[in-house]
């Protein structure tokens, strides 16, 4: 299991408990569907989007929240099978998507692989939502900057720059691509760790300027040996991967490292999402 401390309004600050390797339920009891999620802070509240895998490989997007990390309630389907797009669930599916906040334009995106069954469109999405909870529209989708790309997550810079970050050209190189200033397209690309077969990128800023980065190896649904590299520039002086954590990662797959705000400390909480191969 893992600890944090967390502050919630009004409240002093409590432990709160976080039990790992079991499936977690909402308030209503429901399994919460939501893998290789994307999460968020908006208020008080924690904003997770995720895969639903009830249908293993035809994923709708769903939204939970909670306040404490622990107790989820559900929140929306935010991008349905053949709603949101009528290829969505025929030629298209949706893989990790993550979510971000605009605060110039005050909207919410979702970002994600959109792939094929096949594997051979390797292309991205973009999602938008004039509130977090609500039904997403379909802005783009298509290889961004005309390059290849796969398994993806995004960063949000502490000067408001956004990234999307993803594998590229059948999963040779991770890309930085940085988005526009409305977040709905990328306008320049960065190749990272050429010909290292890395997926599944998580980036994390130190209070220093220091950015840390964990990714796994590409092994299909089968977990491996995450590995940490950092830098103090997102393009350039990444240094040599080195491992952390287990073989297999506590048989998980990076999906994002949390920032969590204490009144006495801040603490970071490295988020691996457990696929359950091959029941998903």
Same mark, same amino acid.
């Given at each position: ?18 039990? +790992? ?15 290789? /999620? ?19 490989? =035809? ?11 622990? +107790? ?12 949101? *797009? ?5 030629? !298209? ?8 906040? +605009? ?40 290889? /961004?900057?005309?390059?290849?790309? !796969? ?6 810079? *502490? ?6 970050? =993803?594998?590229?050209?059948? +999963? ?5 691509? !940085? ?15 050429? !010909?290292? =077969? ?24 089968? /977990? ?41 400390? *801040? *603490? ?9 191969? /091959?029941?998903?």
């Amino acid at each position: 299991m893992a600890m944090l401390v967390t502050m919630t309004s009004g409240a002093q600050n409590e432990w709160v408990t976080i039990q +790992n390797g079991q499936l977690w339920k909402t308030e209503t009891g429901d399994v919460v569907q939501a893998h290789a /999620p994307g999460v968020l802070r908006v208020g008080d509240r924690w904003y997770m989007c995720g895969e639903d895998r009830s249908v293993p490989f =035809s994923p709708d997007v769903n939204l939970y929240s909670s306040t404490d990390l622990q +107790n989820w309630r559900f929140e929306n389907k935010i991008i349905k099978n053949g709603v949101t *797009t009528a290829e969505l669930g025929r030629s !298209r599916m949706i893989e990790r998507p993550k979510l971000l906040y +605009n605060a110039k334009t005050g909207k919410y995106l979702v970002w994600c692989h959109y792939e094929s069954s096949n594997y051979g469109a390797s292309e991205a999405a973009c999602f938008e939502c004039d509130s977090v909870n609500g039904d997403y529209r379909f802005v783009w989708g298509g290889r /961004p900057l005309g390059i290849k790309s !796969r398994d993806c997550n995004i960063y949000q810079d *502490t000067d408001g720059t956004a990234y999307f970050i =993803s594998t590229t050209e059948e +999963n040779q190189h991770l890309g930085l691509f !940085r988005l526009s200033d409305d977040y709905r397209e990328a306008v320049e690309h960065t190749q990272l760790f050429p !010909r290292q =077969s890395r997926e599944a990128p998580a980036i994390v800023r130190m209070p220093e300027g220091r950015y840390f980065m964990f990714s796994s190896a590409c092994s299909g649904w089968a /977990p491996n040996q995450c590995k940490m590299s950092h830098s103090t520039d997102l393009r350039s002086g990444w240094t040599p991967l080195e491992n952390t954590g287990n073989v297999i990662a506590y048989d998980t797959q990076a999906a994002a490292i949390l920032e969590i705000k204490g009144t006495k400390a *801040t *603490t970071y909480l490295y988020v691996g999402d457990r696929w359950q191969d /091959p029941s998903l």
